[in-house]
């Protein structure tokens, strides 16, 4: 993590940063539809071991699959203690850990699913990411994604398509 690039250091700080104030911001948005949309979207999770990527502040937690193992991974570490203190709303057995989605630290084949919410827009380099992911699934090949944002710069929108050959 100390060899972090300028545009993933700036990242890293950027959501420090917010992580004050991220979930106050984002209040509305999470009620007026985005909690329903985790559930379906975790709902479609399957298998013993999965990853989720860019974790935040932990909104994801209340959906995790019972009796799974997760770990969950955020470059930020303001992100990630938001994200500690949410830990017993996870039914999973949940590990969270500081990691860059660019340098994924697993061996490969690791999870069953790979899981990201919002996060690929804010990974300097994306497609690096989407294939560290992909390296990182067993063959079942289940990765879920969702952005936030249109595919509006190169690097989205390659993204964007290799998002598309990793979710199927
Ligand atoms: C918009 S937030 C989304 C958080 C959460 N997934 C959610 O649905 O609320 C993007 C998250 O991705 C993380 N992130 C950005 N770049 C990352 C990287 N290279 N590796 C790991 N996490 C990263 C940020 O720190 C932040 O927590």
Not at 96 to 106: I, K, N, P, S, T
Not at 115 to 144: H, I, M, N, Q, Y
Not at 149 to 168: D, M, N, V
């Amino acid at each position: 993590m100390d060899s972090l690039d300028k545009a993933t250091q700036l990242t890293r700080r950027r959501y420090d940063r917010a992580s004050r104030f991220y979930d106050r911001m984002e209040g509305l948005l999470e009620k007026r539809g985005f909690r329903d949309w985790r559930e379906q979207l975790w709902s479609m999770v399957h298998g013993s071991r999965i990853l989720e990527v860019g974790v935040g502040t932990g909104k994801n937690l209340p959906y995790h699959p019972a009796g799974t193992g997760i770990i969950a991974i955020d470059l930020s570490s303001g992100m990630l203690r938001r994200a500690r203190g949410r830990a017993a709303q996870s039914a999973a057995r949940l590990e969270l850990f500081e990691m860059d989605a660019q340098h994924l630290e697993f061996p490969d084949a690791s999870f069953d699913a790979v899981v990201a919410t919002f996060v690929f827009c804010s990974v300097p380099d994306p497609v690096k990411a989407l294939l560290d992911c992909e390296t990182g699934l067993a063959t079942r090949r289940r990765g879920l994604s969702a952005r936030a944002c249109p595919p509006f710069s190169a690097s989205t929108k390659t993204a964007h398509e290799a998002r598309q050959s990793l979710c199927g």
